[in-house]
């Protein structure tokens, strides 16, 4: 079966997050475009792809919480739900620090 573009973008980015999760770091959707060669605004779907298709069902932290907006600091494919503000970076803040300890990251 053919690989689909969102499938692809996610390969790519996967290592680099996988690293990121490694070295307890963040990355804007900015370098990460640049990194793997495309749009910022087109990783959105990879990213989904990344916290639906891979992290879950590998039952690992969502990787997707690493990548954040230049402007607001906040991962945009994390979904907010009714959260307030408070309890939204609660979540995502619980999230990245998961991602960090996680042990079982592929590489």
Request: glycine share 12%.
């Amino acid at each position: 079966m053919a690989q689909t573009r969102t499938e692809f973008l996610a390969l790519r980015c996967m290592p680099i997050l996988t690293q990121a999760a490694k070295d307890g770091k963040t990355i804007s959707y900015g370098l990460l475009g640049k990194v793997v060669g495309h749009p910022a605004h087109l990783l959105d779907q990879a990213l989904a792809h990344i916290r639906d298709e891979i992290c879950a069902k590998n039952g690992w932290p969502p990787l997707s919480i690493l990548v954040l907006d230049g402007c607001t600091g906040l991962p945009l494919s994390e979904p907010r739900g009714d959260l307030t503000d408070a309890e939204y970076g609660i979540l995502i803040e619980g999230l990245q620090k998961a991602a960090f300890v996680f042990e079982g990251w592929p590489g």
